[in-house]
């Protein structure tokens, strides 16, 4: 996970307000995601992106919105629609090719609380 | 993308080999293996993956049985630093036409390392 950082590690907002989350790679990955764990839960998919410009939505992808400008970025927006937005939101990326190449790598994720 | 079982955790004493098995049972001809390992607050680290036959790398070897319904990781030597969730997810590749390449994560076994 050396190649993917995301910042900041803690963040704490108030409710109401939308937050964005920061990740970034310099791994040459084409796709993106981004996955949101719960404490004693697996992680739960949000949002993916397979190439620049184009995303689309995950399991779980209400009260949050993406983009993807950059090959090298994939910012997550908590919006104030989202009705829990206390989690461990981390973000990960990978090639498009087969045989292994696909393989995700993680970052250290960003705890966001909020108040 | 088939489900997987894991057992909820175990113990390895340090310096032993720890295997972790992985039950997936209706697991798909084109669906690969992965283990992933979660340390408490921090990204999951990608460990090894596989499709049909036995592998090694620096950190594991994976053994998968022949009709593939299970599987089992194996840690050479567990050090009190491989304590960790480990989590077992079955998915299909890009090669094999998979579309999100979307990991599904269970709740893992937890592996404790006794000094």
């Known amino acids: 996970d050396g190649g993917i950082t995301q910042s900041p590690k803690y963040l704490f907002r108030k409710e109401g307000q939308n937050v964005t989350l920061s990740c970034e790679q310099n791994?040459?990955?084409?796709?993106m995601y981004w996955y949101r764990q719960d404490p004693g839960q697996g992680l739960r998919l949000i949002y993916y992106?397979?190439?620049?410009?184009?995303?689309q939505k995950g399991d779980i992808a209400e009260g949050y919105s993406v983009s993807r400008e950059k090959k090298e970025s994939f910012p997550l927006t908590v919006t104030s629609a989202q009705k829990n937005p206390t989690a461990f939101y981390l973000c990960a990326s990978s090639g498009r090719g087969g045989y292994g190449t696909d393989t995700q790598y993680f970052g250290p994720g960003t705890r966001l609380t909020v108040l | 993308d088939a489900k997987t079982t894991q057992p909820p955790s175990m113990d390895c004493a340090e310096g032993r080999a720890a295997n972790l098995p992985c039950n997936h049972s209706t697991i798909s001809g084109n669906e690969y293996v992965y283990w992933y390992r979660q340390i408490h607050s921090q990204g999951p680290q990608y460990i090894i993956h596989g499709l049909k036959n036995n592998e090694t790398n620096e950190m594991a070897s994976l053994i998968i049985t022949e009709d593939r319904k299970s599987s089992t990781l194996i840690l050479p030597h567990a050090t009190l630093r491989d304590t960790a969730v480990y989590y077992c997810i079955v998915r299909v590749g890009w090669d094999y036409g998979g579309a999100t390449n979307k990991l599904i994560f269970g709740t893992g076994t937890l592996l404790a390392v006794q000094p």
């Open positions: 992106s397979q190439i620049v410009n184009d995303f």
């Open positions: 791994l040459n990955h084409d796709a």
